[in-house]
């Protein structure tokens, strides 16, 4: 349910009848307990442009607030409006979500196509950590977009067409031309190897420069020696993938490569927007208030990462029908996506409505804040780092709760991941991010450990309650009242995360709702022989509504809950 939305559309009808329009009208939550649950502080400015007085205009419109979702409205201060939600309606809504699937969450009616372009490793080398962020908050957008209705399109713009391809091959060719391509398993062994003998050894460059050429041309042999290359690699991605446990697949990806053919109608276009200059005999694009031009094809009739960008959104336009297209990706791309947008627009590759975000997330960095390294300064594998996660998580919880042996691996897994995935996500995407292994495999705090502990604490009360549960939530106390809404309040702020692109709010809610859960846990019993049967059940019921937005929550993220931690 969109609560917000019903509480301003009620302050709305309030506007109404007094016969005043507002610019726009948004209730806040209330910063203190004694000003009700929702705060209007708009009035101020209503009164002034009207050139009344504030208190009476407070005044006018509360007397105009009616409903039975509201218990009490107060005028307060100057003119602040304080909004008190009755107990009765919100118990009733408590016990609807309770008897609903999916938290009773409505899907969009205005169902949009979202194109999300995450992930989007590079093939010459294997996955690291430069690819892990947008992988993790790739995946949690998509997974948002897709619970509210949306139509998501995932895309892995992998980058596997460039010059390095032309070493990597030469290499290849001449090196290992007898293998069966096993020494390929490590590929980045093999990049380090390729690498080294095309700066040591000239001819060798030479010819590494003239395969760039030929797979460009499109020679048969070559090409086919590149697919084989692409092929291995991908497998590669998809290893991590699956211990990621992320929803891309084969089917998704859509490597720069997948464009090529696209690349001649692109400049065409551009020619006859009128947008095209040449300088020094390459292809350009000048933007408004920047020096640099954006290239998109080099004297030599190269292509570059900028042309097959404007290919794609291209495609994503025309054919995919995209409403709305995410790129997830570093920051520090976002010159190039500014340029690609703009020229995008202005040249009709992508229609006017259609809305082209770059959200862009911070360097990850180390615990002493430098970029995140291995010990002897080399990028970090992710595979590897994936397995670490495990082994510590392994560490975290083999004491805890006499688990067998399988129990600890298989809960390792999650808790390992899922503790990888929720770090990236608890901060704004935007910051550069500190990747500290003690402080997210920790149970308190705004981890996942700390999430799938609530979740299994609740677990395992309703285990142990194991009857029927029936009749009604009844909101006793404050903290109830609080909790309450709380959860009614999931929808608007998946709603406000879908449009702001920041998943990583959805850790702070968890968080206050896991730490107001316990803290209504600790002062309410809730199966002591005391508790009289309908309070009993109304408490199995809250709880459990509690536990299934943390679920529901997390699985947004990509993280699996536990039943028993
Ligand atoms: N392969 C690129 C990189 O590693 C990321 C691709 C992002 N997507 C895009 N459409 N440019 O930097």
Redesign the pocket.
């Known amino acids: 349910m969109k609560f917000k939305s019903l509480i301003n559309d009620k302050l709305q009808e309030a506007f109404d009848k007094a016969g005043i329009k507002p610019d726009l009208i948004t209730v806040n939550d209330a910063s203190k307990p004694e000003f009700g649950d929702f705060q209007y502080n708009g009035i101020m400015a209503v009164a002034k442009k009207l050139g009344h007085n504030p208190r009476d205009t407070a005044l006018l419109l509360a007397d105009n607030i009616h409903g039975d979702m509201i218990s009490k409205i107060e005028v307060a201060g100057l003119g602040f409006i304080n909004i008190h939600i009755d107990n009765n309606w919100l118990s009733s809504r408590i016990t609807d979500i309770f008897k609903s699937e999916d938290l009773a969450i409505e899907k969009d009616i205005n169902q949009k196509t979202i194109v999300i ?1 995450y992930s ?3 093939m010459a080398k294997e996955m690291h950590v ?2 892990l962020r947008s992988t993790i908050i790739g995946d949690s957008l998509a997974n948002l977009f897709e619970f509210l209705g949306h139509k998501v399109i995932r895309q892995n ?3 596997d067409w460039g010059t390095q391809f032309g070493m990597l091959i030469a290499y290849l060719e001449e090196v290992h031309k007898n293998d069966s391509f096993d020494e390929l398993k490590n590929l980045e062994n093999f990049y380090k190897l390729a690498k080294k003998k095309f700066d040591d050894d000239l001819d060798f460059a030479d010819r590494a420069r003239e395969y760039v050429v030929k797979i460009q041309s499109g020679d048969k042999h070559c090409l086919e020696l590149w697919r084989k290359f692409i092929d291995i690699s991908l497998s590669h991605c998809d290893e991590v993938y699956e211990k990621l446990a992320i929803g891309l697949t084969k089917d998704d990806a859509r490597a720069e490569s997948f464009y090529n053919d696209l690349l001649p109608a692109i400049i065409k276009k551009l020619e006859h927007s009128g947008l095209l200059q040449i300088s020094d005999g390459a292809k350009c694009v000048f933007l408004p208030n920047r020096e640099a031009p954006l290239i998109v094809q080099k004297s030599d009739g190269g292509y570059l ?1 900028a042309s097959t ?1 404007l290919a ?1 959104i291209g495609y994503r336009n025309d054919v995919l029908k995209a409403d709305r297209i995410c ?1 997830v ?2 920051a520090r ?1 976002s010159d190039h996506f500014a340029g690609v947008f703009w020229t995008a627009k202005e040249s009709g590759i992508c229609n006017n409505d259609a809305r082209l975000e770059h959200i862009a997330f911070g360097t990850m960095m180390d615990k002493s804040g430098k970029p995140f390294k291995t010990r002897d300064g080399g990028t970090v594998k992710l595979i590897d780092l994936l397995d670490e996660a495990v082994i510590r998580a392994k560490d975290t919880i083999k004491d805890r709760a006499n688990f067998s042996n399988d129990e600890v691996a298989s809960l390792a897994k999650i808790i390992g991941i899922g503790a990888v995935k929720y770090s990236d996500l608890s901060i704004n995407r935007e910051s550069n991010y500190i990747f500290d292994w003690d402080k997210m495999l920790s149970f308190d705090g705004n981890t996942s450990l700390y999430m799938q502990y609530a979740y299994a604490r609740i677990q395992s009360i309703l285990k142990k309650f194991a009857g029927d549960i029936s009749g009604s939530v009844e909101l006793g106390s404050d903290i109830e009242h609080k909790l309450a809404i709380m959860l009614l309040s999931f929808e608007d702020i998946l709603q406000k995360i879908a449009h702001d692109a920041t998943p990583h709010t959805i850790t702070s809610f968890l968080y206050d709702l896991a730490t107001i859960f316990m803290r209504f846990y600790e002062q309410s019993p809730i199966l002591r022989d005391d508790v009289p049967n309908n309070v009993k059940m109304s408490r199995i019921m809250l709880s459990t509504v509690v536990a299934r937005t943390i679920k529901k929550g997390l699985e947004i993220l990509g993280i699996e809950v536990v039943d028993r931690l």
């Open positions: 372009d989007g490793p590079n430069g690819h713009h992998i980058g990462y960008d794609a790129y990706v570093d791309q």
